[in-house]
């Protein structure tokens, strides 16, 4: 039967964090538009450079508008509408991002699901908009086009990114054509198998 693989596909087969920080932006925009009157190109880009910081604690894509508006509030004091922001560092949000989460979500009244669809809406207008450069922002780790495309065992992507911008990045980037049917991304209902001790 031979070997099969399920890969998880941001920071291990994919570096995302330049488009989803870019995404993230946008969509944050568009979701407080008034938060970012008169926000300036040069404080957008520091917020991009920190989310390259601060990516590791995404589990999935929509937490990163989350964490754009927080750091635009750490910059903007007047326009705070978190209790965190003011006493808020990076190091603090690498340390206690599961903590904090749950208090600006509602402080913000937000909801997980009109984010991941928000956050999907603007990378599909990008996307339709000028594919190249949405292409452009992201990056296969060194080697992994090769061990797709050269892979004798099957090989399946389980990935927290929704599915079509795995496979477009597949097929774009990497040149390699895994069946939808093999990836499994967010909204599509998978399941993560635990090892189970089958002597309990």
Do not use: H
């Not at 903590?99 to 402080?107: D, H, N, Q, S, T």
Request: aromatic share 10%; proline share 4%.
């Amino acid at each position: 039967m031979g070997d099969l693989y399920a890969l998880d596909f941001d920071g291990i087969l994919c570096d995302s964090c330049g488009e989803s920080s870019l995404s993230a932006v946008k969509a944050a925009k568009v979701r407080w538009p008034g938060l970012f009157d008169g926000v300036d190109s040069k404080l957008e880009d520091w917020i991009v450079d920190q989310m390259f910081i601060i990516r590791p604690v995404v589990e999935t894509g929509y937490e990163n508008l989350l964490l754009v508006r927080l750091l635009l509030e750490m910059r903007l004091p007047s326009i705070r509408k978190s209790s965190v922001a003011e006493v808020l560092t990076i190091e603090g949000i690498l340390e206690n991002w599961s903590k904090l989460k749950p208090v600006i979500m509602e402080e913000w009244d937000e909801k997980r699901e009109p984010l991941v669809d928000l956050f999907g809406k603007v990378r599909d207008e990008w996307m339709e908009d000028d594919l190249a450069t949405w292409i452009d922002a992201n990056r296969f780790y060194p080697g992994v086009a090769d061990a797709l495309k050269f892979a004798s065992s099957k090989v399946y992507i389980v990935t927290t990114k929704q599915g079509r911008f795995a496979e477009a990045l597949l097929r774009e980037l990497a040149g390699v054509m895994i069946p939808s049917e093999r990836i499994y991304g967010l909204g599509t209902g998978f399941v993560c198998f635990l090892p189970v001790d089958v002597e309990k």
